[in-house]
């Protein structure tokens, strides 16, 4: 998975995450919430999941 931070502004951020084919998305999506202290999340997926 690679990750880019969009926007900061005011502790606001915006991450655009992309995923490889066959990656678990919970569990990147969680691994990274973790590793970049994100407490609260929405979320918009473009693509195809199996």
Do not use: P
Not at 13 to 39: H, P, W
Request: aromatic share 8%.
């Amino acid at each position: 998975m690679k990750s880019t931070l969009l926007f900061e502004n005011h502790g606001l951020r915006c991450f655009l995450l992309v995923m490889d084919k066959g990656d678990e998305a919970y569990e990147q999506i969680s691994t990274f919430a973790r590793n970049n202290a994100v407490t609260a999340a929405s979320l918009t997926a473009i693509g195809a999941a199996e």
